[in-house]
């Protein structure tokens, strides 16, 4: 039965200064971080402007490139599912997974206007936004010099093979069928307060729920992965 890992992703107050927008029947708009390293040449690369968000982007830094990851292949400006990251504490948990496990990629988001559903943060909260179910074992950095041509070639719009330099230490490729961005996010925080964890991240997965938990990764098992599959397919709904 496959495990899963959650791991926070997009834009916050720090890059680009805004979070994304939670809208009042749930639905959500994701918005990248600005690209902060130096890319090829002769890499695509789009800025806030050419991905014509409605969220709220700091005027500033609408000629900025972005990076697109995780890339999601319904995503504009996008043409796959991957995800890299150069950093141990997320790439660590990553490694552990394997082909047929869940990436659950969660976001902070600012809600926008006065919610319909009863379940959204006010103010801020962290959400589930989309999920990769791996179409191969986890590629590390180190490993993926070594691929032969073909399998190289199924990363080659992630952002971080267009950096000048390669950083990724881990890379991933979600299967086209059970991957791509929800059209309803899934709270992670409860309706009170998004600082405050509900049950998915307390009783489910691997997190206490303490201190800045919607910055850290979580691990969910077998079980725990079908329950928030269940959720997510059947659509959130707070405990009565």
């Given amino acids: 039965m496959p495990r899963a890992v959650a791991i926070n992703v997009g834009a916050n107050t720090n890059a680009p200064g805004r979070r994304g927008p939670i809208y009042p029947d749930g639905s959500f708009e994701f918005v990248p971080i600005p690209e ?21 982007v700091p005027e500033d830094a609408l000629d900025e490139p972005v990076h697109l990851d995780p890339e999601f292949a319904e995503y504009p400006e996008c043409e796959a599912y991957t995800y890299g990251d150069p950093h141990g504490v997320k790439a660590r948990p990553l490694s552990e997974l394997s082909a047929g496990d869940y990436v659950f990629f969660y976001a902070t ?25 791996l179409a191969r074992d986890p ?21 971080h093979c267009k950096r000048a ?21 899934v709270p992670l925080s409860s309706a009170r307060a998004g600082a405050e ?36 397919e059947d ?6």
Avoid: C, H
């Fill in 197 to 232: 964890a509900n049950r998915i991240v307390t009783e489910l997965s691997s997190d206490s729920g303490k201190g800045p938990w919607w910055r850290r990764p979580m691990r969910f098992g077998p079980a725990e992965t079908a329950d928030v599959l269940a959720l997510i």
């Fill in 36 to 56: 902060s390293e130096p890319v090829r040449e002769s890499a695509s690369v789009p800025t806030y402007a050419d991905l014509d968000l409605d969220a709220d």
């Fill in 139 to 159: 590629v590390s950095g180190e490993a993926y010099a070594d691929l032969p041509a073909d399998d190289r070639a199924a990363f080659a719009t992630n952002a």
């Fill in 235 to 240: 659509g959130y709904e707070p405990p009565a």
């Fill in 109 to 133: 988001l600012t809600a926008r206007g006065d919610p319909d559903r009863g379940w959204i943060a006010p103010d801020w909260g962290a959400y589930l936004v989309g999920q990769f179910r």
């Fill in 165 to 185: 330099e390669f950083d990724a230490a881990v890379l991933l490729a979600g299967e086209q069928a059970a991957s791509g961005l929800y059209e309803t996010a």
